[in-house]
């Protein structure tokens, strides 16, 4: 589709890869399990006023342009790897599916050994810091989740939207004629807090304070350099006995 649009850069897309920038996103060790992005099970918050809100959780959704072209001509693969996933990481050229499970989970000061070596970050190695569980954790659902489970519940998907398909307001979305490299991108987590440390860490900026010192949209600070997000917005999802009228029922 995306060269049957013309995009700029999409005949590099490799044939069978789950997305336009070439690598396998949603893998289960990258999904946290049922429950765990609920606002409670880990002790985040404890649902709100009589826990109205409990069994509920915290959705993102943001829309971003991916510039393919500079993604596949100014970067081999090699270098597609390490930015996507973590500089120290290797891996054949074609390889689209990097193992991603508990035992690949990168530090804090993983991390920081990283910038120091590489000048660099990997985007799943810096969100992992925040989207994976430090230590072995019993959640209030009586579940036990072990060190380097990933909390988030995460899909993405692409698109040719430039941004969207259809707008009410076109001037201030940007809507442009033709189609456009983007994705959509959908993420739970157990609060908007949560998700707001995911971010950081994209950034270089650790859940500790850490702060590794990368210019802003450089090809340091992961696949940011490639990516530019036009929309985000952060939703409070009521639990399913509320999810009909939420609020109604406290007037």
């Not at 983007?182 to 995911?198: L, Y």
Request: aromatic share 10%.
């Amino acid at each position: 589709m995306a060269t049957a649009a013309g995009v700029d850069g999409a005949e590099f897309i490799p044939a069978s890869s789950e997305l336009f920038l070439g690598f396998t996103s949603t893998q289960r060790a990258n999904l946290g399990p049922a429950r765990i992005a609920n606002l409670e099970t880990l002790g985040y918050s404890d649902g709100g006023l009589n826990g109205y809100f409990r069994h509920g959780t915290c959705m993102h959704v943001s829309h971003i342009f991916e510039d393919l072209l500079q993604w596949y001509t100014l970067f081999s693969h090699s270098q597609r790897v390490a930015t996507v996933f973590r500089p120290t990481v290797t891996a054949p050229s074609g390889t689209l599916t990097i193992r991603q499970g508990p035992s690949d989970v990168a530090t804090t000061r993983d991390n920081e050994r990283d910038y120091r070596r590489f000048h660099a970050i990997g985007h799943s190695a810096s969100i992992q810091t925040t989207s994976r569980l430090a230590v072995d954790t019993r959640g209030q659902d009586g579940t036990l989740y072990p060190k380097g489970t990933a909390v988030p519940q995460r899909a993405d998907f692409n698109t040719l939207d430039n941004p969207f398909f259809w707008s009410a307001h076109p001037d201030a979305d940007g809507m442009a004629a033709g189609a456009a490299a983007g994705v959509h991108f959908v993420v739970f987590n157990p609060t908007s807090d949560d998700f707001h440390r995911n971010r950081l860490a994209m950034d270089g900026v650790m859940p500790d304070g850490t702060k590794l010192p990368l210019d802003a949209g450089s090809r340091g600070q992961g696949i940011n350099a490639v990516l530019k997000t036009t929309h985000r917005q952060n939703f409070l999802v009521p639990p399913r006995r509320h999810r009909s009228f939420p609020l109604a029922e406290l007037l």
